[in-house]
């Protein structure tokens, strides 16, 4: 599991997501899943890892093929798998953890998601992939204080970061599958 510490105001797609300060952001890749109980699932790796107040995401994509990125004050921590024999349609998981050392507007950390979701797809699509995710893609976008930003869009100063962090990211952990 990747976990990182800190004092985050965050957002979450993922189980038991929503909108809150954490200090704790997970990465876990699952093993012995129960598809019928995944709440219990999650809320027993964030026991096991003693954390309180977090969020986190899950996997079936081994941690090895984690990819970091940083940009100035943007770094990423991206698990991306588009073949999980598990899955009817055999495609994957891709997990985004986005942390900004800044503080974002709520709008902007919306926007964060959308220029980090468009970055995915178009790393996909660059990569030959004709579908735009996966049926479990997650993404946390965290940010830690500092400078302001009010923007987020991939054409702002901000989501510029964002966008190649995830790009390259995305691309960096698909190719630890070759």
Do not use: Q
Request: proline letters at 2%; aromatic letters at 10%; charged letters at 20%.
């Amino acid at each position: 599991a990747l976990i990182i510490k800190g004092n985050f105001n965050a957002i979450s797609s993922g189980l038991l997501g929503g909108w809150k300060r954490v200090n704790f952001l997970f990465n876990h890749t699952v093993k012995n899943f129960d598809l019928k109980n995944p709440i219990e699932y999650y809320k027993k790796v964030a026991e096991r890892y003693r954390l309180k107040n977090y969020f986190g995401l899950l996997t079936s994509v081994p941690m090895e093929k984690l990819s970091f990125k940083k940009y100035d004050c943007v770094s990423t921590f991206v698990t991306a798998g588009v073949k999980n024999p598990n899955e009817k349609i055999k495609i994957g998981t891709i997990n985004i953890i986005i942390i900004i050392d800044a503080k974002v507007s709520d709008g902007g950390m919306i926007n964060a998601v959308i220029t980090a979701t468009e970055a995915k797809t178009k790393a996909l699509i660059e990569l030959g992939h004709n579908f735009t995710g996966t049926n479990t893609d997650a993404i946390i976008v965290a940010t830690t204080g500092g400078n302001y930003y009010e923007y987020a869009g991939p054409a702002s100063k901000l989501g510029r970061k964002i966008w190649i962090c995830v790009n390259e990211a995305v691309k960096d952990s698909l190719s630890k599958w070759d």
